[in-house]
């Protein structure tokens, strides 16, 4: 693939394995053009601390050197992976990854991006088993994501399907769910530009096929949204996981292009 890019990095200042640098080196080695790192917002509701806002200012400061240490070599872009409901400070960066990891349902804050028994516990005690239920409250509160910032990247837009080669919680080419996923795509359309096809939980092992559905690529395709092919990664032996994949999915949806961020902004690039 030529103009190779993964705007989807994560490091250690969250879960990732590597340091930025680290990443960097693998990113070299695998023949990629260029990398962007999308550390994971501060989630004050995240039982798991994985970044505190501290940590989240050395990132920047940290990724910042790492862009001027190799200008001219290799271009490195400044992201942030947010959570909705992060409420964080969103300026600074070259691009903003908007997703969710978390629905708030009443005062609490309820995590889905678990393994499939996790999953399943919280559609059995929050949505009475049933796992329709749980979909149509996961995209209508996609669908409100541009009302907490301006988002360049929509972040695996069908995360609450994860674990569904485990567990089939909803059936994914049913009417019924396909229905809500489209509805909140449509919200979204005109107000976040690009979607990933995202290749993480297929490095992983939770899956064999990356974010979105096929299906719900024919529908990023139909609204006009720009693509973006991205791993996802916490581990940098993986940064290409499932790259050509992802690629043959587009081309079947009727994309011919991808997208890629550059100097000058983003730019499409042939598939
Ligand atoms: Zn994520
Ligand atoms: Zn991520």
Do not use: W
């Amino acid at each position: 693939m030529k103009l190779l890019q993964n705007l989807h990095t994560h490091t250690t200042y969250c879960d990732g394995e590597h340091t930025p640098e680290e990443m960097i080196r693998f990113a070299m080695e695998k023949g990629f053009d260029s990398l962007g790192f999308s550390g994971h917002s501060y989630m004050f509701y995240s039982p798991y601390k994985l970044v505190s806002l501290e940590g989240t200012e050395r990132y920047k400061v940290e990724v910042t050197a790492l862009k001027e240490k190799y200008k001219g070599r290799f271009p490195v872009y400044l992201g942030l992976e947010v959570d909705m409901y992060s409420g964080v400070d969103l300026s600074g960066y070259d691009y903003l990854i908007g997703a969710l990891h978390y629905l708030k349902l009443g005062n609490e804050y309820v995590a889905f991006d678990r393994p499939a028994e996790t999953v399943q516990a919280v559609i059995d005690t929050r949505f009475s088993g049933n796992g329709l239920a749980f979909a149509k409250e996961y995209y209508a509160q996609l669908a409100t994501l541009p009302q907490y910032g301006k988002f360049d990247i929509l972040g695996h837009l069908d995360l609450l399907t994860k674990n569904i080669e485990q567990i089939p919680f909803f059936d994914i080419q049913s009417k019924a769910y396909l229905d809500v996923a489209r509805e909140a795509l449509q919200a979204l359309q005109g107000k976040i530009p690009f979607f990933e096809v995202n290749t993480g939980a297929m490095a992983r092992g939770y899956r064999t096929s990356p974010y979105p559905s096929l299906e719900l690529l024919r529908e990023c395709k139909r609204l006009g949204f720009g693509a973006i092919i991205s791993s996802d990664c916490h581990d940098g032996r993986y940064l290409d996981v499932g790259f050509e994949l992802s690629r043959d999915l587009l081309l079947e949806a009727g994309f011919t292009e991808r997208y890629i961020l550059t100097d000058h902004g983003f730019q499409a690039v042939a598939l």
